[in-house]
């Protein structure tokens, strides 16, 4: 029998790993593809703000819009993307997310664009990367086998953050030389090439989705996964808090502090940088090592979330700021890595989209009241007070987390065993079952 479509042939194993499929390598390229344009685009988002005379208010405006449509739409997007092909979601969100920016560059390029336009238009990318992310997880995870899943994971999120980190740079660097407008169409254009990889996913290694009761219906599969099970729901919601908290302090206080205390904006974009640095770093070691207690171990690697708002605190001179960013960069890259792998590991294949949905939901989803409440705390409280604050959160949640047995006692499952002989017809050759 010939492999599974997403099992690279033995005449193509020279030219990649053996644990690198067709699937898995088109995403990480389409990855790679949209992480540099986003990572440019987001920097010149602000900038056509303040370039058709918006304050910081408005840039905050604009953020604000791209942010909600994901506190809306993630659940939504989740349940579509386990009933219908999941590359087919994600090519339709690519396909918005490409004419949004399109448009929006167009505005900047031409015309005088209102902070009316530009929020809708940003708001329509956020719509199209609500649907997107269920969708992208989901055939992520489903792309390799349980055997490999660890490096996979490490290899992708270390793709993803390197293009992030060259996006940011080369984006910089391009709104100086050509304008915002530019970087935007570019973004559009990465969206068009991410998107066309990703018509060519391969799903026929994906069992048909057993007919269901509704999209409502299937929320309520992907809740009851969600709370059936105590390791999920407790750090899905620590992780509400966490990235609410560092979200505000990196987005908000960050730049006061670089402002104030440390010269000028240019250190705290080195710190950024260190911070990126370091989950490259972080994957790299999550490439060859395999930790027994997943759970216990990536917890454990979320406390180092709390040394960039203590070192804003302080605050810490360049050099301090840039180490403490980098070793959270890389301890949170060692929980994404684990994290990944016990979805992974855990979850059944056809309710991946819809517990990732979830996952995304409870992340995002006191991001935008954090932000919007991080300056009325730093006139009542000050802003090295709300910094520990910030710190505090974060240590006291995971701490909370490691009273949950299930978080300390998730083990990594060994491989299944592999049969010398030659699978029949009627059994399943998809590559989670390899």
């Known amino acids: 029998m010939s492999p599974p479509p997403d099992l690279p042939s033995p005449a193509r194993a020279h030219r990649r790993p053996a644990w690198a499929g067709r699937n898995y390598t088109l995403l990480t390229g389409a990855a790679v593809i949209t992480n540099l344009g986003s990572h440019g685009a987001l920097i010149a988002a602000a900038f056509a703000v303040m370039e058709s005379g918006g304050s910081g208010g408005d840039v905050g405006l604009v953020a604000a819009a791209r942010t909600l449509p994901l506190v809306l739409f993630l659940l939504i997007g989740g349940a579509l993307a386990d009933r219908l092909p999941r590359h087919r979601v994600m090519v339709a969100a690519n396909a918005l997310n490409c004419v949004s920016q399109g448009a929006f560059a167009l505005l900047v390029l031409v015309g005088d664009p209102q902070l009316w336009q530009m929020m809708l238009l940003t708001a329509l990318c956020g719509t199209g990367t609500a649907f997107f992310n269920p969708a992208a997880e989901g055939m992520l995870l489903s792309s390799v086998s349980g055997e490999h899943a660890n490096r996979a994971f490490a290899l992708f999120r270390m793709a993803m953050n390197g293009a992030g980190i060259g996006g940011a740079a080369l984006g910089g660097a391009m709104i ?117 207690r997943l759970l216990l171990v990536g917890t454990l690697c979320v406390f180092p979330l709390a040394l960039p708002s203590a070192g804003l605190a302080v605050p810490l001179p360049v050099w301090g700021l840039c180490a403490v960013m980098f070793v959270s960069g890389a301890a949170i890259e060692v929980f994404g890595v684990n994290w990944m792998t016990t979805m992974h590991q855990e979850i059944p294949e056809e309710k991946f989209s819809r517990v990732s949905a979830y996952d995304w939901f409870g992340s995002v989803s006191m991001l935008p009241l954090a932000t919007a409440l991080a300056g009325p705390a730093e006139s009542a409280f000050g802003r090295a007070p709300s910094l520990w604050g910030c710190a505090a959160l974060v240590v006291v949640g995971t701490a909370a987390v490691l009273f949950v047995p299930d978080v300390r006692n998730m083990t990594r499952k060994p491989p299944p065993a592999k049969s010398p002989r030659l699978p029949t017809t009627t059994e399943s050759t998809s590559p989670a079952a390899l």
């Open 176 to 292: 100086a030389a050509i304008g915002p407008g530019w970087v935007l169409a570019v973004d559009a254009l990465a969206f068009a090439l991410a998107g066309a990889l990703r018509a060519f996913l391969d799903v026929g290694h994906v069992a048909d989705r057993a007919p269901g009761g509704g999209l409502l219906a299937d929320l309520r599969e992907g809740w009851v996964e969600v709370r059936t099970r105590p390791w999920l729901w407790s750090i899905v919601l620590q992780f509400s808090v966490v990235v609410a908290v560092v979200g505000a302090a990196e987005a908000v206080y960050g730049p006061l502090v670089a402002r104030d205390e440390l010269g000028g904006p240019a250190p705290w974009g080195v710190a950024l940088a260190f911070f990126g640095v370091g989950t490259i770093a972080g994957a790299v070691l999550m490439m060859v090592w395999k930790p027994r």
